[in-house]
């Protein structure tokens, strides 16, 4: 399995020119044979607190580039990315995996009942653990 990882700087609040750098950085790992292409914690919104100050606006934008970027996904690559919001606008930190055109699985960063299996994820025949630092600090020791 062929993983390609971003490793850019993101501009706090541009969303669309970190949309299109994600987009640009996918489409060429695709292209090389990547299985799956990983972006940095928040690399999409740049998430700046300054933000919760015109928290609909910032969530509207962040919800459409996100919408974008996983409908632009194909079924042989997928892109996992951390987002702050969920696509309704709601504050719900969340990994993504998103191939063939949709979300394919989300799980939330935090919850109390942390379960291992809920981090599984089957994609090309093979099983990934797919989970945040702030999941995983849950994890049974």
Do not use: W
Request: contains cysteine; aromatic residues 10%.
């Amino acid at each position: 399995m062929k993983i390609a990882i971003l490793q850019d700087g993101f501009g706090p609040i541009h969303i669309e020119e970190n949309k299109k750098k994600i987009s640009n950085f996918y489409q060429k790992a695709s292209t090389a044979g990547a299985d799956i292409v990983l972006i940095p914690a928040e690399a999409i919104c740049g998430f700046e607190p300054e933000c919760l100050l015109d928290y609909s606006d910032f969530t509207d934008m962040l919800a459409k580039a996100q919408k974008e970027l996983i409908r632009s996904t194909n079924p042989e690559t997928a892109l996992v990315f951390d987002t702050p919001f969920a696509l309704d606008g709601s504050f719900s930190p969340s990994v993504i995996i998103a191939y063939d055109g949709c979300i394919q699985h989300s799980l939330p960063q935090f919850h109390n009942d942390f379960d291992l299996n809920e981090c599984i994820v089957n994609f090309q025949n093979e099983s990934l653990l797919v989970a945040s630092f702030s999941a995983m600090t849950h994890l049974p020791l």
